[in-house]
């Protein structure tokens, strides 16, 4: 019986030490470049050309990548979709597989994970040497792995190893492409400081931060500080490390926020939602919208100006804004219905608990809302 044991034992940490290779081994891109390939591509320019195709029209303008990432408001990202899919069924050779990666960037960014991710591969395939292309189709990797894994348990997560690999080499064939994309240099960082063993390495995300500062001294310091933020015990540190960035770079949209967020994490919600206040005014900007939704949380998890905090989820509602790591709308209805619960509007809340649950079935807390509330109302009519 022991040899057995110990049998099971070694054969188990050999197949562990097995996939670890296999997650951390090269591989796994949708075009594997030679190095003499990828030098080519930096030599001509290639890997470092924009995603961006001049319109046929006058009166229509196409969006750039970097356009797209700005905007907020859903019909005008419609409109754009609309522009971009209908010049794209006009153009041919390389436009037409600019086009491409340009509406699975769209795609993404509204929500459709599957076409945008479909679209991405076939950009990615058509241009190989593009560091962008394999960006975007990078991203549209994550979008499809993190909707895929949704309520599904570990079984749903081993599902998405293989996916997790492709990402990761993405993502390492944009960086060998274009050394200059630092959002390709981010996104390496943040899947490795971040992701859990064996996809994440943090001694690895480390060495990276610091590579960063050769391209982008702010991004470098920027992620200096999330790694202490990660870490509890280091979190008045990483506070401090922020507030110090914010006063020297105080319109810096991502310090502000983050350091918000931090405050939240504290609970000290008067002092997130001051931050959050401050950001969540017009022009309206990705992180301006985030704003509103947390500035809403603080009041909510601090049972202060909760008619304020009403108002404000129903702006993000109605507004439905679009945009990177935008709360989704489930979210958005359960605290609509923790703020009418609070403010003992029991049928309302009920009712947002319900619109949430059905938006997500799979989300505990969701249903838990709904059958403590159901109690309350049963309990107040008795």
């Known amino acids: 019986m022991k040899r057995f044991v110990i049998a099971v034992l070694l054969l188990l940490a050999v197949s562990v030490g097995v996939f670890v290779l296999w997650m951390r081994s090269g591989g796994g891109a949708v075009v594997e470049l030679t190095d003499e390939q990828v030098a080519a591509a930096r030599e001509s320019g290639e890997g470092s050309k924009s995603i961006e195709v001049e319109s046929a029209s006058e009166a229509v303008k196409l969006p750039t990548l970097q356009e797209l990432k700005e905007v907020v408001d859903r019909a005008e990202l419609n409109r754009m979709a609309e522009a971009i899919s209908k010049a794209r069924s006009e153009a041919v050779d390389e436009d037409r597989w600019l086009l491409t990666i340009l509406l699975a960037e769209t795609e993404r960014l509204r929500g459709n994970v599957v076409k945008a991710n479909e679209l991405g591969l076939a950009g990615a395939e058509a241009l190989p040497r593009n560091s962008r292309a394999r960006l975007v189709y990078a991203n549209t990797i994550l979008s499809k792995i993190v909707k895929d894994a949704q309520g599904g348990g570990v079984g749903a997560l081993l599902k998405q190893l293989g996916p997790t690999k492709r990402y990761k080499a993405e993502l390492e064939a944009a960086v060998e492409l274009d050394p200059d994309n630092v959002d390709a240099r981010v996104a390496q960082i943040i899947v490795l400081a971040f992701a859990p063993f064996p996809v994440g390495d943090k001694k690895r995300a480390k060495s990276l931060i610091e590579e960063l500062g050769a391209y982008d001294e702010l991004r470098r310091d920027f992620w200096r500080a999330q790694l202490l933020a990660a870490d509890k015990k280091k979190a008045d540190e990483a506070l401090d490390a922020f507030r110090t960035l914010g006063e020297a770079h105080p319109d810096d949209a991502d310090i502000q926020f983050t350091i918000g967020d931090l405050l939240f994490k504290r609970e000290d919600w008067k002092g997130a939602s001051e931050i959050f206040d401050r950001m969540a005014v017009e022009p309206w900007t990705r992180q301006g919208y985030n704003a509103l939704y947390q500035a809403a949380k ?45 403010l003992d509007r029991l049928d309302e809340a009920l009712a947002s608990f319900r619109a949430a649950l059905d938006m997500n079935p799979k989300e505990n807390r969701f249903q838990k809302g709904v059958d403590e509330t159901v109690a309350l109302i049963e309990a107040a009519n008795q």
Do not use: I
């Not at 909510?300 to 945009?323: C, D, H, I, S, T």
């Not at 989704?328 to 359960?334: G, I």
């Open 298 to 342: 603080c009041r909510e998890k601090g049972e202060y100006e909760l008619e304020r905090a009403l108002a404000m989820l129903v702006q993000f509602e109605e507004a439905k804004p679009v945009g990177e790591l935008m709360p989704s709308m489930d979210r958005v209805k359960y605290h609509q219905a923790l703020v009418l619960r609070k």
